[in-house]
């Protein structure tokens, strides 16, 4: 009979293996320029929320969304998993996700501004330098990745 002790000593089945390699974390893709955005994002966004949750909590709703989203964002391209996902546009994705945060927060930050509170003010400082952040990422997703998708195209 062969008892539980038994099932532990043999080798682990090839399915087991292979699903557990896609969630290995890339570091080098956490160190590059793509990443750093990403982590940058993910702390201002985190640090918004903190601010608005003490000053105006009706607004922190919209950095915790932006947050789980930028969040999901780099853990997908840090562990490679969105690569498994071959028919959506990563690119087209990623830039609309870079120019609706730029729309929400600099509507969110200006609205937070009036309430003249401490905390407020300091979201609306952060809100603006993430806007900028996000701005930048935008720019380099369509220079990089968008812009010669195109060129390509019509090259064919």
Not at 37 to 52: D, G, P, S, V
Not at 61 to 87: G, P, V
Request: proline share 3%; charged share 15%.
């Amino acid at each position: 009979m062969l008892g539980a002790r038994d099932h532990r000593d043999w080798p682990p089945e090839e399915g087991t293996a292979a699903g557990l390699q896609g969630f290995a974390l890339d570091k080098t893709f956490l160190s590059s320029l793509k990443g750093i955005l990403l982590e940058i994002e993910l702390a201002l966004t985190f640090i918004i929320f903190i601010c608005f949750t003490a000053s105006i909590s009706a607004y922190m709703a919209a950095a915790l969304l932006e947050f789980i989203i930028t969040l999901a964002f780099l853990f997908l391209y840090a562990t490679q998993y969105h690569q498994r996902f071959d028919r959506l546009n990563w690119p087209c994705l990623d830039f609309l996700r870079c120019v609706s945060a730029i729309i929400i927060f600099l509507v969110v930050s200006f609205a937070a501004v009036t309430s003249r509170e401490g905390a407020a003010i300091a979201a609306f400082v952060f809100g603006i330098i993430l806007v900028s952040v996000f701005a930048y990422d935008a720019f380099k997703i369509y220079q990089t990745e968008i812009v010669p998708r195109t060129t390509q195209g019509d090259q064919q």
